[in-house]
Each structure stands twice: as C-alpha cells, then as structure tokens.
C-alpha cells in the first residue's frame, strides 16, 4: 500500500486510498494504518492542484473513514483538520463543500481539535457566504456545542451564530437563494433553546439587526424577513394576502414610473410617494 500511495499515477494512488478505507474495521486497525506514515501521503494528496481531483478525492474519503470508526476522531491529527480546513477556504475547490461537512462532524466530535487546527473560521464563512448550501447543519452543529457549559467554551459569544445575519444587513444584494438558506438556519436557531438566548445577548444585536434589515430598499430581503417573522411567531397569513400584496406593489410602482415619464414630458415638478 505504501508503493501504490508514493506511485506518480493518480489512479494508482487513488486505489491505494479507497483500499486502505476499505481495510479500516476498528481502532486498532486504524492506528495500524496510521503507523505507516498516511498522515504525510494524505496532506500531500489534498494539497496538489484540481488536476489530481481522483487522488484528492479518495484521500479525503479516506479521512473521513476515521469518523466512522468508534474513537477515531481521536487518531485525526492536526495537520490534517489544518489541510482540511485549507481545502474548505478555497471558494473555487470542488471539494470545498465535503471538507465543511467534514470539519462540522469535526467539530461536533472533538471541538477541542477543530478549534486548535482553526476550523472554525471555514464554518462561519461558509455560513455567512451561503455558498454551502445547507446551512442550519452547520447552524446545528453550533447549537450542539451551546448546550452544555463544557462545550460552549469553544464557541465565542456573537460571532460564529451572527454571521448569519450578514446577507440581509450587508449593503450589496445577495442572491434569493442565499437569503432563502440564511432565513431557515435563522428560523431553526430561533427555535431552539440555546440559539434564542444566544441571539438574545448584547441587548438583543442580532435579533436589532433582523428587524431594522425591514427597511431595506430591495423587496426580496423584506419579504424573506417577513416570512421568516411569520415562522418565528406562527403568523398564518390570510388567503388573499398575496395578491393583495401583489396588486399592491403593482398599482404603487406603476403609478411612480407613470408620473416620472409624465414629469419628464412637461418639465420639472415635484411629486412625493405616499
């Protein structure tokens, strides 16, 4: 196995990884394996170019297979959570979106080594960007740790939960599909114990923030807070609430372009919105 995982072909190393997955059934095993030197073989596979996707991709699903084993989060050294957590701050990797999952059972495992290898700050990124596209998992995986006094000192207070936040209070537009995932990893943390009295620290920012995004310019952002506010309180909106507020945007919109063209056509004057 160690010839095939030094061999130059990229399949070949890719078949030494998938295996020696297939080898693992327990501890022991495991830390056989890990004896002959993976750890080095492993961070230099993840940290060639997209070339080398094949041997990258075996060689992380090789990691991965720690996690299935009882106690093996135990044998993940910090070298490699540190080449993980790399691989997951790379926005244009194509496997970015394993290695946050991976780091968020990382995370769930042994806080204590994916704090000290500096997986936090892929989490929250990828949390804040919404580029991993279900991000109440990743919300989860922070509420798991907020429940108990033991864990919670891994997490710091308004920072890792807050960034979710970030698309409705940001000045630039974010995509709908974004809000759409940012407002139900809200919801889900609202609705849970911990999230709430952690969204409620420093005199309500988060929550001050939510609401005070309602006077935002752009539609799309204050009918996503809206509909999440009527999640959050079991606001049941009337049938004819949707075409009433369709109508509505139709006949105010419609009329302002009509007096600006009217406005343009007989000269200045002043007309102001209700």
């Known amino acids: 196995m160690q010839v095939m995982l030094l061999s130059g072909s990229r399949e070949v190393v890719a078949a030494g990884y998938r295996m020696l997955r297939y080898s693992i059934s327990d501890l022991a095993s495991l830390k056989k394996i890990r004896s002959l030197?993976?750890?080095?073989?492993?961070?230099?596979?993840?940290?060639?170019?997209?070339?080398?996707?094949?041997?990258?991709e075996q060689a992380l699903k090789f990691v991965r297979a720690f996690l299935d084993v009882k106690g093996g989060v135990r044998e993940m050294s910090r070298a490699l959570v540190r080449t993980i957590a790399a691989v997951a701050e790379q926005a244009e990797d194509r496997l970015r979106s394993i290695c946050i999952e991976t780091l968020a059972e990382i995370l769930v495992r042994d806080p204590a080594l994916l704090v000290a290898s500096g997986g936090i700050a892929p989490l929250s990124e990828a949390m804040a960007e919404g580029t991993y596209k279900s991000p109440e998992s990743l919300s989860s995986a922070f509420l798991y740790l907020l429940d108990t006094p033991h864990r919670r000192k891994y997490i710091r207070a308004g920072y890792e939960l807050e960034v979710l936040?970030?698309?409705?209070?940001?000045?630039?537009?974010?995509?709908?599909?974004v809000l759409k995932q940012n407002s139900k990893?809200?919801?889900?943390a609202l609705k849970s114990w911990s999230g709430l009295m952690t969204l409620s620290m420093f005199d309500f920012r988060a929550i001050r923030s939510l609401i005070s995004s309602l006077v935002h310019p752009l539609p799309l952002v204050r009918d996503t807070i809206?509909?999440?506010?009527?999640?959050?309180?079991?606001?049941?909106?009337p049938a004819w609430a949707t075409s009433y507020l369709a109508g509505r945007r139709l006949t105010t919109y419609g009329r302002v372009a009509t007096l600006k063209s009217g406005n343009n056509n007989k000269g200045p004057a002043v007309y102001e919105d209700d």
Do not use: C, H, M, Q
């Open 37 to 56: 030197n993976t750890d080095y073989t492993v961070i230099v596979s993840l940290a060639k170019d997209r070339k080398a996707d094949v041997e990258r």
């Open 226 to 237: 809206l509909d999440l506010l009527y999640s959050l309180l079991r606001i049941k909106p």
């Open 185 to 188: 990893a809200i919801g889900s």
């Open 165 to 177: 936040f970030r698309t409705f209070t940001d000045s630039l537009f974010s995509p709908e599909g």
